[in-house]
């Protein structure tokens, strides 16, 4: 018993980091409660995410924080453009919806904006870690971003059930998740943290040292 509650025995460094991601979570809901802020939020998510699996931080508010201040301008700029371009995405599976075509026809323009919206959200999920891990201009993040997606398609495709997936039973099951009190204490960061581990092995190919 003794054993199990040293400092660095594993059920501790478990907590630890269940903590950590605890804390994680609560400054990303609190800062990302104006939306305006969501793309600096979602980055400094991702930054802090990459930290905690490379055990390269020392407390987690700090690291959130510098990450947040540090990106804000350019993470705001991605977050309102990928805001405006799946607003779009959505309106046009609305208008094809409504649209007076025949049947073979509307099935092919839902697999055409089916394949569109696949590659923009890979874009978007790989945009801020890539902005949290490399230092780029806008253009630059969101074309590597989209190169990297489609590279890497099993990571990609991991990277989007392990996030889509948790939305998807949350809005159909909500009891699964307490109706929202597990998103508010551990939904987003466990989710940012499980993606990290799948990311860093991407971004060791392109020059990141964990």
Request: charged share 10%; no cysteine; net charge positive.
């Amino acid at each position: 018993m003794i054993t199990i509650f040293k400092e660095n025995s594993p059920a501790m460094r478990f907590l630890s980091k269940f903590a950590d991601l605890m804390v994680l979570n609560l400054l990303f809901v609190a800062t990302s409660l104006p939306l305006v802020t969501l793309g600096a939020s979602l980055t400094a998510l991702n930054a802090t995410a990459i930290s905690l699996v490379t055990d390269r931080y020392d407390s987690v508010a700090t690291t959130y924080l510098a990450a947040f201040r540090s990106n804000f301008r350019q993470g705001t700029l991605l977050g309102l453009a990928s805001l405006g371009l799946l607003a779009v995405m959505a309106a046009w599976f609305v208008v094809l919806e409504q649209a007076d075509v025949p049947a073979l026809v509307r099935i092919a323009l839902f697999a055409v904006l089916l394949l569109l919206a696949y590659r923009l959200v890979g874009t978007v999920l790989f945009l801020f870690p890539y902005q949290a891990t490399f230092a780029d201009s806008t253009g630059r993040v969101i074309n590597n971003a989209r190169r990297m997606s489609a590279r890497h398609p099993v990571a990609a495709f991991t990277v989007l059930l392990v996030t889509g997936l948790p939305f998807v039973v949350g809005v159909f099951y909500p009891q699964v998740f307490v109706w929202g009190i597990v998103w508010l204490a551990l939904g987003f960061s466990a989710i940012a943290f499980v993606n990290a581990v799948v990311l860093v092995n991407v971004f060791k190919k392109y020059g990141f040292e964990a």
